[in-house]
Each structure stands twice: as structure tokens, then as C-alpha cells.
């Protein structure tokens, strides 16, 4: 699973990096984030029409969300913590998932994630000790994992209350293969620049064409500071590499 990442470039990067047209976070500025959470707002690309178009013609937006879905027919939010990934074996049949991958899909934008992997030979076989990683693209790019966004309204509140709409999203995962698979057997499904048009696009005909096992990825991966284990530990050291004879020090690629 992809249950941690970091997103550090600013705002405006992100609105060149993935040319978007309109700036759907104008008045939300989220602040560098080394440790991102569940329930935690995220920078979101997505491809929709603006509510004061009549044409209806689907123009590139950023846009800010909580991370863990909540599809519309649930009857709170707090669903959305268990939601934060949909498997690509099975998001497009899975009731909480596909009509949200029908029409309503996004790219996160990330500078990598992190993941656990088991150190041999130490702890327990109940609780074994395990080491993070870092995972980021080895040229330092930006990360475009794959998302679906849903819409989930607070029936308590009037339709016209900025509170009664919530807009929350999920990430797709795939299986990690080669060395990363050493690690995790699970990696966040990532989209390459020349199909984020296409991928964005709510008028494409069957999506499911995206849906395949993870192939060369460009990725690298390092052992990071157990620090990264609490939620309330944030910064840029969290991706540092760990020095040697720190831990499981070993650079895997």
C-alpha cells in the first residue's frame, strides 16, 4: 500500500510542471509536507468542466483534497481513513471505486513515498523490525501517481454551504516489481507525462487500458530515519539518507 509520501513543491511549480489551466486552489496554499497522512489535504490534478461554463469543456485544474475517499453514498465521512488506496486489480468493479474511475480520476503530484520493508534477522517473527524507504524518481522529477476523486455531500447542511461538500481522493496501487518488490509487494500506480492528457480526460472511453502491472519505473530508493514512523515529525531530514552505520543503511538503487 501507499500509505505515506511527500510533496514539497510549491504551488506555483506545480501549476507549470503540469500545465494547468485553472487554479482551483487560489485561496488554499498548503505548505511543504515531508510526511503526508491520511485525512491529510493534497495538491490534486484533475481535468473538469468549470461550474460557469456552458460549453462544459473540461479545462486542467489543480485542485485541493483530503486524502481517503468517501464515496458518495456513505453515511459519514470517516470511511474515508480506511480509503486511502484502490487496487488496480480491482478499481474498476469495486463498488466504492468505479464510478469514480469512470469519470472522475486525478494525478497527485509527489516527490516520492515511503515504504517499509522487513530487516532480517531482527525483532521477533510476531513483530519483526522494519526499516523505511525512501522511493523517488532517480532524475528527481516530479511523481504523477494515479488517483480517483469523489464527491460526498453533508446532508445536514444546506446545498448552497461551502461545508456541505467534501472532496476527497484515493490513490491507485499496482504490483511493485524487481527490486522495489523487495521492499513492498505493493507501489503506487504512476502515469508518465505523455498519457497524463489522456488519463486526466473524463471522455475517455475505457480507462481500463491504464490498468497494468508497474514496468520499469526509474525510481531509486534509500533507507530514511525511523522519524518518519510518527505523523508528527515533519521536515525536509526525513528524506535524508540514512549515514553509514545508521540502521539498515544499505542503498538498495
Not at 505548505?31 to 468549470?50: H, Q
Not at 508518465?192 to 480507462?207: E, F, I, N, S
Not at 540514512?242 to 540502521?247: A, C, I, M, P, W
Amino acid at each position: 500500500m501507499c500509505g505515506r509520501y511527500a510533496s514539497a513543491r510549491a504551488k506555483q511549480q506545480l501549476l507549470e510542471e503540469f500545465q494547468v489551466e485553472v487554479d482551483g486552489a487560489a485561496d488554499e496554499d498548503l505548505r511543504p509536507d515531508y510526511n503526508i497522512a491520511p485525512t491529510k489535504p493534497v495538491y490534486t490534478v484533475l481535468s473538469r468542466a468549470p461550474k460557469d461554463d456552458p460549453e462544459g469543456h473540461p479545462v486542467r485544474q489543480l485542485r485541493v483534497m483530503r486524502w481517503g475517499l468517501v464515496p458518495s453514498w456513505a453515511k459519514d465521512p470517516s470511511i474515508g481513513a480506511r480509503m486511502i488506496n484502490a487496487r488496480v486489480e480491482t478499481v474498476a468493479e469495486k463498488p466504492s471505486f468505479r464510478k469514480a474511475f469512470a469519470e472522475r480520476r486525478c494525478l497527485l503530484p509527489a516527490d516520492g513515498y515511503y515504504e517499509w520493508g522487513v530487516v532480517e534477522g531482527a525483532g521477533t517473527a510476531k513483530k519483526p523490525k522494519k526499516q523505511p524507504y525512501f522511493i523517488r524518481p532517480a532524475d528527481g522529477g516530479v511523481m504523477a501517481m494515479a488517483g480517483l476523486y469523489e464527491f460526498w455531500r453533508d446532508r445536514g447542511r444546506p446545498e448552497d454551504d461551502p461545508l456541505a461538500w467534501l472532496v476527497t481522493c484515493a490513490v491507485i496501487t499496482t504490483t511493485a516489481e524487481d527490486e522495489l518488490g523487495a521492499i513492498h509487494d505493493r507501489m503506487p500506480m504512476l502515469i508518465q507525462r505523455d498519457r497524463w492528457a489522456d488519463w486526466l480526460d473524463p471522455g475517455t472511453a475505457d480507462a481500463r487500458e491504464f490498468l497494468v502491472p508497474a514496468g520499469s519505473t526509474g525510481l531509486s530508493a534509500y533507507p530514511v530515519s525511523t522519524a518518519v514512523n510518527s505523523v508528527r515529525n515533519n521536515g525536509p531530514e526525513l528524506i535524508e539518507p540514512l549515514g553509514e552505520g545508521e540502521g539498515d543503511s544499505r542503498v538498495l538503487f
